[in-house]
């Protein structure tokens, strides 16, 4: 068998971005090598220095390249809240808002049975273990309106409120089967304004 | 001013691959590095790896690692006729035709006024070196039968036969297994104006 060609091996490895296929694959890196070759480079290093550098925050979960995020070591902010997100983009959008100065955990996910998306992967346990750490009372779940995220919201809801907390959902000022990501900061400040015990 | 993270240096640096804006280059950096780090890790490899042993053949302008494609290379080629492609891709279409058995310059894109792609951007002076060697006696048009492949068509095809080359397009007309009720009326009247002998 012939080994594959440097131009392959590229094509190859492109199609593990998500979305892109073999054709996109092979137009992509024949865009790069032909028109953007410091385009190219900069993908490689900074590719390669992600791999390197980005971890996961041991309290929160996000992306960060320290041991702890900026934001869980922000002292400024009330430690007896934590907000539950599916991504750190989530977060990011809860931010802006301004309505809210509590923690966060990022599940890096949602449930998704027929996905093959469990407990485990949106790293249950970790939450478990941070939520009751004696200085949280209440968890407000920010997962999307969508079916798997309030699919996830009610699973996490009953797993923590039979451990004692005090757990609240983001009102539903958001449009049923929308996206955090795609919703204005005003409605997200509404929604966490009106937000209430489940 | 911050600096950028290594996680906004990913979404930036993926920002240059074509067809990937700013909320598309971000979902492809979280997903890969929560949940596939060994393809982060390979794309960074190739990408280096292509951008250090990738070249233009000096004859035909393909992608290759060497001074010379294997196309170019191989002496068996009828090296009377040179068939003129946009990319490698459309190469490869016609080599799996196993109609041709000549060599190729491939343009590596299209005359494209008003992107302000022009003759020296698709390589019109080497391909007219290469075309005015003394060997080659036909220069088969294979662009693509859009606007601008047409066009691109027009004008080298003017160009070469104004150095005594005899110039070829690959002939138009209804798709072999096409019925003639579900083919635009614009091939069918290419057709019947290109009908010939049989
Ligand atoms: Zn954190
Ligand atoms: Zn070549």
Same mark, same amino acid.
């Given at each position: 068998?012939?080994?594959?060609?440097?131009?392959?091996?590229? %094509?190859?490895?492109?199609?593990?971005?998500?979305?892109?296929?073999?054709?996109?694959?092979? +137009?992509?890196?024949?865009? =790069?090598?032909?028109?953007?070759?410091?385009?190219?480079?900069?993908?490689? +290093?900074?590719?390669?220095?992600?791999?390197?550098?980005?971890?996961?925050?041991? %309290?929160?979960?996000?992306?960060?390249?320290?041991?702890? @995020?900026?934001?869980?070591?922000?002292?400024? +902010?009330?430690? %007896?809240? =934590? @907000?539950?997100?599916?991504?750190?983009?989530?977060?990011?959008?809860?931010?802006?808002?301004?309505?809210?100065?509590?923690?966060?955990?990022?599940?890096?996910?949602?449930? %998704?049975?027929?996905?093959?998306?469990?407990?485990?992967?949106?790293?249950?346990?970790?939450?478990?273990?941070?939520?009751?750490?004696?200085?949280?009372?209440?968890?407000?779940?920010?997962?999307?309106?969508?079916?798997? &995220?309030?699919?996830?919201?009610?699973?996490?809801?009953?797993?923590?409120?039979?451990? &004692?907390?005090?757990?609240?959902?983001?009102?539903?000022?958001?449009?049923?089967?929308?996206?955090?990501?795609?919703?204005?900061?005003?409605?997200?400040?509404?929604?966490?304004?009106?937000? +209430?015990?489940?």
């Amino acid at each position: 068998m012939k080994s594959l060609s440097s131009l392959e091996l590229l %094509s190859e490895a492109l199609r593990r971005l998500p979305g892109v296929g073999p054709k996109s694959a092979q +137009r992509m890196a024949y865009h =790069l090598l032909q028109h953007d070759r410091e385009g190219a480079a900069m993908i490689g +290093r900074a590719m390669n220095n992600a791999v390197e550098k980005i971890k996961n925050c041991i %309290s929160c979960n996000t992306f960060t390249e320290n041991q702890q @995020c900026e934001t869980c070591l922000d002292t400024e +902010r009330d430690a %007896s809240k =934590l @907000c539950v997100v599916e991504t750190p983009t989530d977060q990011l959008m809860i931010e802006q808002t301004l309505t809210y100065k509590g923690l966060y955990f990022v599940l890096m996910g949602r449930l %998704s049975p027929l996905d093959g998306v469990g407990p485990k992967d949106i790293h249950l346990d970790r939450l478990i273990t941070r939520a009751t750490d004696g200085v949280v009372k209440e968890v407000v779940l920010a997962t999307n309106f969508t079916n798997e &995220g309030e699919a996830t919201a009610h699973y996490i809801g009953e797993t923590l409120k039979a451990r &004692g907390l005090g757990v609240t959902r983001l009102a539903r000022g958001v449009p049923v089967g929308g996206e955090l990501e795609y919703v204005d900061a005003g409605t997200i400040a509404r929604a966490m304004l009106d937000r +209430r015990a489940t």
